[in-house]
């Protein structure tokens, strides 16, 4: 079905309308903020995967040959906290949600554009912090910051990666609050909450949680920061402190951060499993509301992570049941995404093998995470390499796999290029093979018995060492790759329809790529979204049209 379109001049598009680098720095537009926070993540995510390759390097060989162990401490420990914090937390909603939200929702812009700016100046600012402690030396408290050796012992840079961490902080309850308001007050008329895409309520979710749970890791930093400085007695037992304290405030915020990792990925495979099976999304209700009920649930289960740091026997009972009913909305959207492909028009696109890798990679790992909310099991895998194995699963294959998919998907629409399918192809087949043969002997390490954090180790485990390091050399390759080839497209692709993949969304009615205003009138939003036709899925109905 063709999509009406007001007649009148058109504009220049985004990235055309002016090339000067005052006009990037200074600018308001959300989709150029969306590819400035690309840009930066992009670097950050380098530099955090070096620091993985050199933990892999040293772990060919039982012995600590290649590293002291101070410096394995401080490598690990900056792999954490980059890729936590400063590209996992950030990745999706500052990126693609900057970029499609406005987009999605019929907008101009988001609600607040200079605070949009400002959370891309706070985040740099952050990441200044961190770039400046890995020249300076780096820190050795790995990512958890656990008390009371950062908050006492610990002789690196604690307080410039933890004021780093806090500064970003600030950014990420900027993007959290621009969704909501966004979402909340900038809907085009006839868009009511039951057609909103399911990315838009997926990052709705994620910002509530944003919102809800950052200030709790500022404060827990703080009080490491009044311990540290100036010696008062907060989680040191020497100082009358409580170092399980430190652990509920850390979690609490740390388990709903986990969400705020790969919600956004659930609501970009929403996207591709609907376009690319050409099918409406099977029980959009519940997609949309399990969302939310993650959101909501994820706040109850932090004390999962302490089932052997000494807290109660009944409070960990309760937290191994909330853990498994936290399952339950993950569970409803990959039942519902299997649904939708049964009996769909599938296309192998480079997205979709990018959302079926999600699929797969995310329920080894959402599976093994209940093994870990089982009681007798997480007290004999805990802190092996196990859980390693089950936390990359999810963020690593799960959530950086959605993200990649996220990009090719709109990559016509953010650049107005097309990028070479056939090795886009191979690049996301490649990155499926490389995961899986770096992560998954990890479970087999971590079942044995393998402790994580350790630069030297028995000499049974060399051989499940030495395959999961040359995966790790084979997934490079898919993260390298693709860099390149969307890189070379930006000079040499071919120039983009509006609508290459022929997809629904009213992000998909605007020019490839977008005017600066994104729309020249306001659209109204006449049909839900995903409406494909079941007898040719090749028509559809567009989400809205533009007004007369």
């Known amino acids: 079905m063709s999509v009406t379109t007001a007649a009148g001049p058109r504009h220049g598009d985004y990235l055309s309308i002016n090339y000067t680098i005052r006009s990037w720095f200074l600018t308001t537009d959300h989709k150029r903020i969306g590819v400035l926070y690309t840009i930066t993540l992009t670097f950050l995510f380098l530099l955090g995967g070096a620091a993985a390759t050199l933990i892999r390097l040293e772990l060919v060989t039982p012995a600590g040959d290649l590293v002291t162990s101070e410096a394995y401490n401080k490598l690990f420990s900056l792999h954490g906290i980059i890729m936590v914090w400063f590209f996992l937390v950030p990745s999706i909603p500052t990126t693609l949600g900057n970029f499609l939200i406005p987009m999605m929702i019929g907008a101009r812009d988001m609600a607040f554009p200079r605070l949009n700016l400002a959370s891309w100046y706070v985040f740099l600012l952050g990441s200044l912090f961190v770039a400046a402690v890995v020249i300076l030396g780096g820190v050795d408290t790995g990512w ?5 050796y950062s908050s006492v012992y610990a002789n690196t840079f604690v307080m410039a990666t933890a004021a780093g961490i806090f500064i970003t902080g600030f950014s990420s309850i900027f993007t959290g609050l621009n969704i909501i308001i966004t979402v909340h007050k900038m809907r085009a008329p006839g868009l009511n909450w039951f057609r909103l895409p399911l990315f838009v309520w997926s990052l709705y979710a994620t910002s509530l949680i944003i919102v809800l749970a950052t200030p709790v890791l500022a404060i827990a930093l703080l009080l490491i920061g009044l311990e540290r400085l100036l010696g008062v007695g907060i989680f040191d037992p020497a100082l009358g402190g409580d170092p399980l304290l430190f652990q509920h405030l850390f979690w609490f915020y740390s388990h709903p951060a986990v969400y705020i990792m790969i919600l956004p990925g659930m609501g970009v495979t929403s996207e591709l499993i609907t376009c690319f099976s050409r099918k409406q999304i099977f029980g959009y209700t519940f997609v949309a509301f399990s ?19 000494g807290q109660s026997m009944y409070g960990g009972m309760i937290f191994s049941l ?4 936290v399952a339950i909305p993950s569970a409803v959207k990959v039942f519902n995404w299997t649904a939708t492909l049964y009996k769909g028009s599938i296309s192998f696109k480079t997205p979709m093998i990018y ?19 089982a009681l007798p099991v997480d007290v004999q895998v805990h802190d092996t390499y196990f859980v390693v194995s089950h936390f990359h699963y999810i963020m690593v294959g799960g959530m950086v796999t959605a993200y990649l998919g996220g990009i090719h998907f709109w990559w016509p629409k953010i650049t107005g290029k097309l990028y070479p399918e056939k090795i ?3 690049a996301a087949l490649t990155l499926f093979l490389g995961f899986n043969l770096t992560f998954f002997p990890q479970y087999i390490l971590g079942y044995m018995g393998m402790p994580r954090r350790y630069h030297a180790y028995p000499v049974e485990f060399q051989a499940l060492n030495v395959l999961s390091t040359a995966g790790a050399s084979i997934l490079a390759v898919g993260y390298l790759l693709p860099i390149v080839y969307l890189l070379w497209s930006l000079r040499y692709g071919q120039n983009a329809d509006d609508n290459p993949w022929k997809a629904t969304g009213l992000e998909w009615q605007t020019s490839s790529p977008p005017i600066t205003h994104n729309f020249e009138q306001t659209p109204t939003v006449t049909v839900g979204p995903y409406q494909y036709s079941p007898e040719n899925p090749e028509e559809f109905t567009p989400q809205g049209g533009q007004h007369d």
């Open 322 to 325: 909330l853990s498994y009913l």
């Open 424 to 426: 886009s192809q191979l």
């Open 291 to 309: 969302s939310l009920a993650i959101a909501i649930l994820g706040f109850l289960v932090w004390g999962h992570h302490m089932f052997v740091a």
């Open 355 to 373: 959302a079926l890798s999600f699929i797969g990679l995310f329920t080894m790992g959402g599976l093994t995470g209940l093994f870990l909310a």
């Open 144 to 148: 958890t910051f656990y008390t009371p």
